[in-house]
């Protein structure tokens, strides 16, 4: 029920505030930015994105830390898959789809006029909602990458993917079938596997947009140990229609609505004190 | 609507539905029984001693010996019928001249059908023609002879109200009296032993070159041709549809007017009437383009490319839409470029229905005959190397089947042949289709896991 209605309201001209917010409770445009624990990774400043004439991204402003976990949350059709997808431009893809202000990865415009898409994919792994790996063995699933991007030796090869299904916690369980078809997998290994192909070109950043949502509850859960093993060395930014989720792994939390950044603070503090009074409603239940 | 009523009408939809499977079921048999059971005959049938002489003397196979004893056997079984005819003729010189004239004519009747059903008769000179050198090789087709040994066919006038009248007069009347008259009676008693038929099994058929317009021999001209044009037609039709429709479903986009036009063209292309294939092919490729001097295989091939071109992109475009979406963005995630992602992920995950799709148009190609009238097709020819695909034309079985049904001299004479052809060309087609089903089965099973 509260998904149709927040569906509506996300289609309704954005500019229309939400009947059940005043106007004067709107956030101010820029809502400060979480204190940023070490080397800023990825920005955004005043970052919009549309479909066709749809702002699904309203102008966000939040700095990502590198190392870190961050979560984004809030009501689906927020905009919070827009939002990660352009940051490795995988929005390319949709006609009609354009972006204003600045996003950048490691101080480079990904927007900018120099940038080699291929080459930013390579930085910025994604996995996604539904696990997706190719319908090809296990193996070739992993090597995948790696083969594109210039890998061809035998030994080299079978060390990436080694190393890569160690790191996602998938190899003891399929080092005895790496040449069997993927798709033989249960669903929560396949995810496993497609965070492995994700590992294996060696990116700096890992984005995963609700990469549990599709799993029964155990998957899930070894999927989250899973993240938190990732911290550290790699930036990951998941984005998660589960709270809890989201406490559980994240250091820092965003909250969108409605195509804006509402709130951007550490996990602890944004669950416990958050500073907006629509954050607070989103993470009590009183809508979404 | 009541639900007494609904019920009624759910139960009548559902026997209409019954009844139209069972129809077409029915009309499939009576299709296929005919052709399958008629034309197994130019495989499997009672072979005389004849067949066995052909074999060897014309195609080198079978035991000389053999056959020789078989020959002689034969020919000991014919020899009284010889004597009579010798006989008999000893008797005219006796006779007076009127008889003699009446009788001469009846004679050179009998003696003509002898030879049809025998083989040339003891000191005839030889005939120039191959098939006026044997007897019947099919016993099924000895028979019929043997009707028209004992049997003349004449018209009857009188009434000239009327058209001629068929009447079948027996010549053991015209011959009462004369040594000739036991014949009538020692032919059809004798006949197994002047001919020996014997059931055999003949994949020459399928293998053996034609002798003498048919008469002798199988359809492997015919057989090679149709794969030459129809692995031709592939070779040109299914890297151009792929490559179409991979640029339709991964590059053009969707909107715009040029992508429009070329789909309405596509379309447009799929329902062109295949004769018009025919004298386009004629038209531009051999007067326009020259591919070859006149009719070849090359540009047969390229004809029927084009006209299985709408097929193959159709199914290729399909198969290209059908490959979940999830694929192409896991590949482009992973900094693969679109080309590469395509040739990677995309085209092989296409890959069952793709082929489905080239193996049905084969089938296409393979029946079609309007196409290659023009441009590849000839009644009659010998196998053709691959190196002589370019510049020749050659037999193929949809032409030839029309031709030997409609253009050959002696239509009747060579029946097995012609539903040896038909069913050689159904069963090649449902082949590919299979052959298809197979494909698909057998890849998508991998693709899934
Ligand atoms: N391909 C698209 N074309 C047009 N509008 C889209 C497209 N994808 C998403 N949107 C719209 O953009 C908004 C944000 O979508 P999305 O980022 O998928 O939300 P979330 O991931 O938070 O559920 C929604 O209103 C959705 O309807
Ligand atoms: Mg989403």
């Known amino acids: ?288 | 609507m009541q639900r007494g009523s609904r019920e009624l009408v759910d139960r009548a939809f559902t026997g209409v539905g019954l009844v139209s499977i069972v129809l077409l079921a029915a009309a499939l048999l009576t299709l296929l029984g005919p052709i399958v059971l008629r034309g197994l005959g130019a495989f499997v049938f009672r072979g005389t001693v004849e067949h066995r002489r052909v074999l060897l003397e014309q195609f080198g196979r079978g035991d000389t010996e053999e056959v020789q004893r078989e020959l002689a056997a034969a020919r000991a079984a014919r020899e009284p019928v010889y004597d009579m005819i010798a006989a008999f003729e000893r008797e005219m010189k006796q006779a007076g001249p009127a008889e003699r004239r009446a009788m001469g004519e009846s004679l050179d009747g009998l003696k003509a059908a002898l030879r049809e059903l025998l083989g040339p008769l003891p000191g005839d000179p030889d005939p120039p023609l191959l098939r006026l050198r044997f007897g019947q090789t099919r016993w099924d087709r000895a028979l019929v002879k043997l009707q028209s040994v004992l049997w003349r066919e004449q018209y009857d006038y009188s009434d000239p109200t009327v058209m001629g009248r068929k009447v079948l007069v027996p010549r053991a009347d015209e011959f009462r009296g004369t040594a000739l008259e036991p014949l009538f009676d020692r032919l059809p008693a004798e006949l197994e032993a002047m001919l020996r038929p014997r059931w055999t099994v003949y994949w020459g058929f399928l293998f053996d070159r034609s002798r003498d317009a048919h008469f002798f021999g199988g359809i492997w001209a015919e057989l090679l041709g149709t794969v030459y044009l129809t692995v031709g037609a592939v070779l040109f039709a299914v890297p151009m549809g792929v490559a179409s429709a991979i640029y339709l479903v991964e590059y053009a986009r969707e909107d715009s007017r040029p992508v429009r036009l070329l789909r309405t063209c596509i379309s447009t292309l799929a329902g062109v009437p295949s004769i018009v294939f025919g004298l386009f092919g004629l038209a531009f490729f051999i007067n326009t383009l020259h591919v070859s001097s006149s009719k070849s295989v090359l540009a047969g091939s390229l004809t029927l490319a084009i006209l299985i071109l709408p097929l193959v992109i159709r199914s290729a475009e399909e198969a290209l839409r059908a490959v979940p979406h999830t694929y192409k963005e896991a590949s482009l995630s992973l900094g693969a470029g679109r080309w590469r992602t395509v040739a990677t992920v995309i085209l092989p995950a296409a890959l069952p229905g793709i082929l489905t799709g080239v193996v049905i148009s084969m089938g296409r190609a393979a029946g079609e005959t309007a196409p290659i009238i023009f441009t590849a097709a000839v009644s009659v020819g010998q196998p053709l190397a691959l190196w002589e695909v370019f510049s020749r034309p050659t037999p193929a079985l949809p032409w030839n089947i029309y031709n030997l049904c409609s253009e050959h001299q002696a239509v009747d004479e060579i029946r097995h042949v012609q539903y040896g052809m038909v069913l050689t060309l159904v069963a090649l087609v449902l082949l590919l289709n299979s052959a298809a089903i197979f494909i698909r089965a057998r890849i998508s099973g991998r693709l899934r896991g």
């Open chain 1, 1 to 288: 029920m509260a998904v149709v209605s927040e569906k509506g309201a996300a289609r309704v001209n954005p500019s229309v505030p939400v009947p059940s917010l005043p106007p004067s409770e709107r956030p101010p445009p820029d809502p400060a930015p979480a204190p940023p624990a070490g080397r800023i990774h990825v920005a955004a400043e005043g970052f919009s994105v549309f479909y066709a004439d749809v702002e699904a991204v309203r102008s966000v402003t939040l700095a990502i830390p590198q190392g870190r976990v961050t979560a984004i949350i809030g009501p689906s059709g927020c905009g919070k898959s827009t939002l990660l997808r352009a940051i490795n431009r995988m929005n390319d893809l949709i006609p009609g789809c354009r972006v204003s202000g600045r996003l950048t990865l490691d101080g480079e415009d990904v927007y900018g006029p120099q940038i080699d898409v291929t080459a930013l994919r390579q930085r910025v792994g994604m996995v996604f909602q539904k696990p997706n790996p190719f319908p090809k063995s296990v193996f070739d699933n992993v090597a995948f990458g790696p083969r594109i991007h210039g890998i061809r030796g035998r030994s080299q090869l079978e060390a990436v993917v080694e190393r890569s299904l160690r790191r996602a916690a998938l190899w003891g369980e399929v080092q005895d079938r790496l040449h069997e078809n993927a798709l033989g997998l249960s669903g929560g290994q396949q995810q496993r596997l497609c965070i492995a192909r994700a590992l294996a070109v060696q990116p700096e950043l890992l984005l995963m947009d609700e990469p549990t949502s599709a799993l029964d509850p155990i998957a899930a859960s070894r999927i989250e140990d899973l993240i938190d093993e990732l911290r550290g060395e790699y930036t990951v930014i998941i984005v998660t229609h589960n709270m809890q989720q989201a406490a559980r792994v994240s250091d820092l939390t965003a909250f969108m609505y409605m195509g804006e950044l509402v709130e951007f603070d550490a996990t602890s503090r944004l669950f416990t004190s958050p500073a907006q009074a629509r954050t607070q409603d989103y993470i009590t239940g009183r809508f979404g």
